[in-house]
């Protein structure tokens, strides 16, 4: 367990109808990540927050997207109107900034989204 | 092509063999390198951090970075059946770069035989 917590840990929907993921970062970091990742690849960037600001989203996170961090602390990212094509994993992770140069991001165990 | 490429595996060996995972990449901008374990339906665990060029060993884990070559290396050594899971690579540029956003490979597949 590295600290970071994530819910619900699988979500079913039907296309169309809208979710909203939760992320706990680790307590101190004041950075969050959001990454999709499909099956057999790898990890894609989303988004990030430091503290309350989203400070760089990716092309990936079409309109239809949007995640929040409204007291710095937890980060929920909401889809509308899924597709099909939104079935993956959602991961999010924590960093502290700038920290100690053996300080990275911590992951936590994802949300599985299945779109129907 | 990708910034990071890493073969995708599977690769299976028998309990107790040397694993040697690699990925390569093209952005020479890239200071910071991580491996990363993911067991099937889990969030990725850090393995191993390093900085710039050079070894750094941990247990039955060694971390190799070539920046010259653009290449990163993870040797497991006495490999076991609980070793096996996907091994991603990570990589970004200088941390105070403004986003310090990790660049995946796609994984490894590895399989230890008892």
């Known amino acids: 367990d590295t600290g970071v917590s994530q819910d619900p840990r699988h979500k079913i929907t039907k296309r169309g109808q809208n979710v909203t993921f939760r992320c706990d970062p680790i307590?101190?970091?004041?950075?969050l990540y959001w990454y999709r990742q499909t099956l057999g690849q790898g990890p894609e960037f989303l988004t990030y927050?430091?503290?309350?600001?989203?400070?760089?989203k990716s092309r990936l996170l079409s309109d239809r997207f949007s995640a929040e961090r409204p007291k710095g602390s937890f980060s929920t990212l909401e889809i509308q109107r899924t597709e099909q094509g939104d079935s993956a994993m959602y991961l999010c992770?924590?960093?502290?900034?700038?920290?100690?140069?053996?300080?990275?991001?911590?992951f936590g165990p994802g949300t599985r989204l299945t779109v129907l | 092509q990708k910034e990071v490429e890493q073969d995708p595996g599977p690769l299976s060996v028998p309990e107790g063999a040397i694993v040697s995972l690699n990925c390569t990449y093209s952005?020479?901008?890239?200071?910071?390198f991580m491996w990363y374990r993911q067991y099937s339906r889990k969030g990725p665990e850090l393995l191993m951090y390093t900085y710039s060029s050079g070894n750094k060993e941990d247990g039955r884990f060694t971390a190799q970075v070539d920046k010259s070559s653009k290449y990163i290396s993870l040797f497991i050594r006495d490999s076991q059946p609980s070793d096996s899971a996907t091994y991603l690579c990570?990589?970004?540029?200088?941390?105070?770069?403004?986003?310090?956003?990790?660049?995946f490979g796609s994984g490894t597949r590895l399989l230890v035989r008892p």
């Open positions: 992770a924590s960093y502290s900034w700038p920290g100690r140069s053996t300080d990275t991001q911590y």
């Open positions: 990570a990589m970004t540029a200088d941390r105070m770069d403004s986003s310090y956003k990790l660049i």
């Open positions: 927050f430091q503290n309350e600001a989203q400070l760089e």
């Open positions: 952005n020479s901008a890239f200071q910071y």
């Open positions: 307590s101190e970091h004041n950075r």
